[in-house]
């Protein structure tokens, strides 16, 4: 088939060309100084807000991703309210840590990305080919994460070929590793960690799997000033997501604030938390 590279309408004619059905590789093709790794910064360390915890888990029927609610900058709370967990597609999803603004735009060209090529192709990616795009996104970001303008997401979705919930998560290189049963990232990711070991099964219910997620981020919020426990007053709760074969569904904000209030009233009781916390 003939390139065609005259224009017609309104489009210019790279629009009306035949090539990859990658985005981004369009965009640095024709736009290159539209890419985020791309822009030139002022030299020296750049401050600005950061997000902080996302924590992800697996249980028989699929995966959950939640994430806390705060961004801070330097000793100051940036905003108490932000939204760090965003679907990437109907199967997918993508919690952020570090420049929140930057990882903000980062997720809305990857969900670009996978609309691209679904749309070119005529099907979707794997969950395997998604990870690798998003390893590819971040990559590209080095010389900004070298200036203090990191990106560190946590992805985890449904992957309909093996028929289970998988998560997988970066480093700032682009490096890529797949989590088995649970993982977190962000600055309260070593306490959330260690509160979900303790925890953790194999056969937890999706309501188990929910209510370990939000005590992991009711005990990073507990050990680290960067991370936003449960709001009880300004109602601002974690925002909670669930991937099983039916697809993405985010739980209502009636729904975290219910999970959320039983945590915080369980350790009022039991402040170091009870044993059979799941229960």
């Given amino acids: ?40 910064l002022p030299e020296g360390i750049v401050e600005a807000p950061h997000g902080t915890t996302i924590v992800a888990a697996t249980f028989p029927g699929g995966v959950v991703l939640a994430g806390d609610r705060r961004a801070t900058m330097g000793n100051m709370i940036a905003q108490r309210d932000i939204e760090k967990v965003f679907p990437a597609d109907e199967y997918s999803a993508v919690g952020i840590a570090g420049t929140a603004g930057l990882a903000v735009e980062m997720v809305k060209l990857f969900q670009l990305e996978l609309e691209h090529f679904e749309k ?125 074969e039916e697809g993405f569904r985010r739980l209502s904000e009636a729904e975290s604030s219910e999970l959320a209030r039983s945590i915080t009233e369980r350790r009022m009781e039991q402040p170091d938390g009870p044993r059979a916390a799941l229960l």
């Fill in 1 to 40: 088939m003939e390139p065609n590279t005259r224009s017609t309408g309104r489009l210019p004619a790279a629009f009306l060309t035949p090539g990859s059905s990658s985005f981004i590789d369009f965009l640095g093709d024709h736009s290159p100084e539209l890419l985020p790794g791309n822009r030139k």
């Fill in 120 to 244: 070119v192709e005529g099907a979707t990616l794997s969950l395997e080919g998604k990870a690798n795009r998003l390893s590819t996104m971040i990559r590209s970001n080095l010389g900004m994460a070298m200036q203090g303008l990191a990106v560190v997401p946590l992805f985890a979705g449904w992957d309909e070929g093996r028929e289970k919930g998988r998560i997988f998560s970066y480093d700032v290189t682009g490096g890529r590793s797949e989590e088995h049963g649970y993982a977190a990232t962000g600055s309260g990711s070593i306490f959330a960690r260690g509160s979900m070991k303790k925890l953790y099964r194999e056969d937890l219910s999706e309501q188990q799997a929910t209510t370990l997620v939000v005590q992991a981020l009711y005990d990073a919020a507990d050990d680290d000033s960067a991370t936003g426990g449960p709001d009880l007053a300004r109602r601002i709760f974690p925002i909670v997501t669930v991937i099983t």
